[in-house]
């Protein structure tokens, strides 16, 4: 199965899933699980906002950082610009934050509700150029569902 149609699969089992009568916690949680069995990165999960912070959500993969600050590292600028970061190669990435020595290239999208970012999912892959513009349609598609 290519890319695409991971994608599409993805979406559809998605729309299923989320239910809007719980917190975003728990369809976070369903989410990240979802992501990481159609996709096995090295690591797929949130951070959600809290203050001047963006505290670690619901995930799957190894130990993660457990607070990132405002626009500091990859989860940190996408927050601040409210844009989707895709980087190549994070250990080129200006004030990148190492929650993992493994992982070589990330994407973040932010999460917004009402003009606000409420969440990042940051996604790593401990392969170097893995995610592209791809990735970023389906992804924003995606946490649009929350």
Not at 64 to 73: D, E, L
Not at 127 to 146: A, H, N, P
Request: hydrophobic share 40%; glycine share 6%.
């Amino acid at each position: 199965m290519d890319t695409k149609d991971k994608y599409l699969n993805l979406l559809s089992a998605s729309k299923a899933l989320i239910d809007k009568s719980v917190d975003d916690v728990a369809n976070m949680a369903n989410l990240s699980k979802l992501i990481a069995e159609h996709f096995p990165h090295h690591w797929v999960g949130f951070y959600r906002v809290s203050g001047e912070t963006l505290i670690l959500g619901p995930f799957q993969g190894p130990i993660a950082c457990t607070s990132i600050p405002f626009g500091k590292g990859v989860c940190g600028k996408t927050w601040e610009t409210q844009t989707t970061q895709i980087v190549d190669d994070v250990h080129k990435f200006p004030g990148h934050i190492a929650c993992s020595a493994l992982s070589n290239s990330e994407i973040v999208i932010p999460c917004i509700r009402d003009k606000n970012v409420f969440a990042v999912l940051d996604i790593d892959s401990t392969d170097f150029g893995t995610f592209s513009q791809l990735d970023k349609e389906y992804l924003e598609e995606l946490i649009s569902y929350l």
